[in-house]
Antibody, heavy 122, light 108 residues
Framework: EVQLLESGGGLVQPGGSLRLSCAAS????????MTWVRQAPGKGLEWVSTISDGGGRTFYADSVKGRFTISRDNSKSTLFLQMNSLRGEDTAVYYC???????????????WGQGTLVSVSS | DIQMTQSPSSLSASVGDRVTINCRAS??????LNWYQQKPGKAPKLLIY???SLQSGVPLRFSGSGSGTDFTLTISSLQPEDFATYYC??????????FGGGTKVEIK
């Protein structure tokens, strides 16, 4: 059974940092690209960042470029999102999602984690 | 960037109704269109990929159609568990990967 379990969310002041983790199990983690998608309270879905299966290619939304860094540890089947210089508009539930197809990026997602809430406020 | 516009933003329907949700892309995306269902407090769930392919385990009452710029998600007979918000997502020109604004299906 595929499982994705996010952690690391919480309350942080503007300008602060957080590191999100997504622990994966039930599939060959190293064979799939992984993505972070966020959802602000009461709003729709927003793609944040994607990393290729091997980690050599990364992609970012303009809204987070230069502030967020996606990475992965395939030996531990874990995805990360380092978030720096956080702003109020980054407040959202952050979901990690598994790419549905091997060796594909930015296509569609067949499994999602339950999400972790990041609140940016003073 | 490709913009995705869903209509309506919300609708009220009864159990057993046929429901249609529309999604329009700002430029042609061929058939690179996917649909998700999201219930309150839960993660999105993949329903349809490549415009019309039903994801494994998804009930047959869900179907998708369209190509180019106009797409439709149809629920042939609405069930109580189908009350949720539905999102379309394009994967033709990425990054960025973009979602529609969502359509909330409520009980009439």
């Amino acid at each position: 059974e595929v499982q994705l379990l996010e952690s690391g969310g919480g309350l942080v002041q503007p300008g602060g940092s957080l590191r999100l983790s997504c622990a994966a199990s039930g599939f060959s983690f190293s064979r799939y690209a992984m993505t972070w998608v966020r959802q602000a309270p009461g709003k729709g879905l927003e793609w944040v960042s994607t990393i290729s299966d091997g980690g050599g290619r990364t992609f970012y939304a303009d809204s987070v470029k230069g502030r967020f860094t996606i990475s992965r540890d395939n030996s531990k089947s874990t995805l990360f999102l380092q978030m720096n210089s956080l702003r109020g508009e980054d407040t959202a539930v952050y979901y990690c999602a598994k790419e549905a197809l091997r060796e594909q990026e930015l296509a569609y997602f067949d499994f999602w984690g339950q999400g972790t809430l990041v609140s940016v406020s003073s | 960037d490709i913009q995705m516009t869903q209509s309506p933003s919300s609708l009220s329907a009864s159990v057993g109704d046929r429901v249609t949700i529309n999604c329009r892309a700002s430029q042609s995306i061929s058939s690179h269109l996917n649909w998700y269902q999201q219930k309150p407090g839960k993660a999105p769930k993949l329903l349809i990929y490549a415009a019309s392919s039903l994801q494994s385990g998804v009930p047959l009452r869900f179907s998708g159609s369209g190509s180019g710029t106009d797409f439709t998600l149809t629920i042939s007979s609405l069930q109580p568990e189908d009350f949720a918000t539905y999102y379309c997502q394009q994967s033709y020109t990425t990054p960025p990967l973009t979602f529609g604004g969502g359509t909330k299906v409520e009980i009439k």
